[in-house]
């Protein structure tokens, strides 16, 4: 993928780059001591010791790549929300208290059913029942997160920097592989592409 610019997050609301360029132009340092946090999308394009972990991950996982999260201290990046993924969260810097929910709203979701994004709400009863995990990351910590899990974290006191390893487990499900299958038979059949 070609890599993109960061993305600037305020109160878990995802700013508006004319407005991110317009209040803070093209500096990163800016906005985060102003409370946001930068979040940087496939981070494995950038740093080689990312790119290496992922290239040693993709041995046993078809794919995987990196998010890098860089929080201030007493905000939240994102809301509540569940991946369409499994992740290894890995916290490098600082700490993050994390919370992960009991009860799955979408059991094994896809990308379009990512709840907490995109508009999909997380059921109230969801964030309001039991927490399977409540912990705090520090340095070399690593915390598994099964796709379609909701979840959330803060800071408190300290900033962080984590990374998340994203391992597409939905590409690489029966229904998908099933489904891409069928769709490259049906292509390539003279008779159903008439």
């Known amino acids: 993928p070609v890599h993109e610019s960061p993305l600037i997050f305020r109160d878990r609301e995802l700013q508006h780059r004319e407005e991110i360029e317009e209040m ?4 990163l340092f800016a906005p985060y001591l102003n409370g946001c946090s930068v979040v940087l999308n496939h981070g494995d394009l950038l740093s080689p010791w990312i790119a290496a972990l992922c290239q040693d991950l993709q041995k046993t996982f078809p794919h995987a790549y990196a998010n890098c999260y860089l929080t201030p201290p007493n905000s939240q990046a994102v809301p509540a929300h569940a ?13 993050k208290h ?17 709840v907490g994004k995109e508009g999909l709400p997380v059921p109230h009863t969801i964030l309001e029942g039991p927490v399977a995990i409540s912990t705090t990351l520090r340095p070399g910590d690593v ?6 899990f909701v979840h ?5 006191t300290s900033m962080s920097f984590h ?5 597409a487990t939905h590409d690489w ?3 998908g592989m099933m489904s891409m299958a069928t769709q490259s038979i049906l292509t390539r059949t003279l008779e159903y592409r008439q």
Do not use: F, W
């Open 163 to 167: 990374v998340t390893i994203a391992l």
């Open 83 to 95: 991946d369409d993924r499994d992740v290894l969260v890995i916290q490098l810097v600082g700490c």
């Open 143 to 148: 915390l598994y997160m099964p796709r379609g």
């Open 98 to 114: 994390r919370e992960v929910y009991e009860k799955v709203p979408i059991p094994y979701p896809y990308p379009h059913e990512q």
């Open 152 to 156: 959330q974290a803060n800071c408190s």
């Open 173 to 175: 499900t029966l229904a």
């Open 24 to 27: 803070y132009g093209t500096s």
